[in-house]
């Protein structure tokens, strides 16, 4: 249960104002039909998220566990220093020949490739050395941070709410950092 709700947590916070969540609110914006979209989130998701948590487990077994300690920690106060850096906007571009689904999931997975949160779902898999519970954990994080959006950021957001998400989401990486080396 701990690797589960820490990887959800993670994950939560770490795509609060993420380049995701803008391609969210683009493909919404978009095609105008939520539920496909989130759909190929969840699917790009599972996929883009299952083989880093595949290749955690892969690592772990692989290096020393004094070693993996420090990289672990190292990792994670890693992330949480890239998370003080503002994703940049880049525009999306949709072909409508794909439809929702398709072109959420193809452009979920491509954004989600050395994405942070990819790499903390690696770094999670090497902490917890548990496969389920870190995908669904981490698949449950991208969910709960854009559903949402889906459905009613372009309300809500605002340049201050992300800049305090970026903030807490780095803090909590630090934090995990440090506890890994303890």
Do not use: Y
């Given at each position: 249960?701990e690797?589960?709700?820490?990887?959800?947590?993670l994950?939560?916070?770490?795509?609060?104002?993420?380049?995701t969540?803008?391609?969210?609110?683009?493909?919404?914006?978009?095609?105008?039909?939520?539920?496909?979209?989130?759909?190929?989130?969840?699917?790009?998701?599972?996929?883009?998220?299952?083989?880093?948590?595949?290749?955690?487990?892969?690592?772990?077994?692989?290096?020393?566990?004094?070693?993996?300690?420090?990289?672990?920690?190292?990792?994670?106060?890693g992330?949480?220093?890239?998370?003080?850096?503002?994703?940049?906007?880049?525009?999306?571009?949709?072909?409508?020949?794909?439809?929702?689904?398709?072109?959420?999931?193809?452009?979920?997975?491509?954004?989600?490739?050395?994405?942070?949160?990819?790499?903390?779902?690696?770094?999670?898999?090497?902490?917890?050395?548990?496969?389920?519970?870190?995908?669904?954990?981490?698949?449950?994080?991208?969910?709960?941070?854009?559903?949402?959006?889906?459905?009613?950021?372009?309300?809500?957001?605002?340049?201050?709410?992300?800049?305090?998400?970026?903030?807490?989401?780095?803090?909590?990486?630090?934090?995990?950092?440090?506890?890994?080396?303890?």
């Amino acid at each position: 249960m701990e690797a589960f709700l820490s990887s959800t947590l993670l994950v939560t916070l770490g795509e609060i104002g993420d380049k995701t969540q803008l391609l969210s609110l683009a493909l919404v914006c978009r095609f105008r039909r939520p539920w496909p979209i989130l759909a190929g989130v969840i699917i790009a998701t599972l996929i883009n998220h299952g083989l880093s948590v595949w290749f955690g487990d892969w690592l772990s077994a692989q290096i020393p566990g004094q070693w993996l300690r420090w990289i672990l920690g190292l990792s994670f106060i890693g992330l949480g220093l890239w998370m003080l850096i503002p994703d940049r906007d880049e525009e999306v571009k949709t072909d409508p020949r794909f439809g929702p689904f398709l072109t959420a999931l193809v452009l979920f997975f491509i954004a989600e490739i050395g994405d942070k949160t990819q790499l903390a779902t690696v770094a999670l898999a090497v902490r917890f050395q548990e496969f389920w519970p870190v995908l669904l954990g981490s698949t449950a994080g991208m969910i709960a941070a854009n559903l949402p959006v889906i459905w009613v950021a372009h309300r809500l957001a605002g340049e201050r709410l992300e800049r305090w998400a970026h903030r807490i989401s780095a803090a909590l990486f630090i934090v995990f950092g440090i506890w890994a080396l303890v």
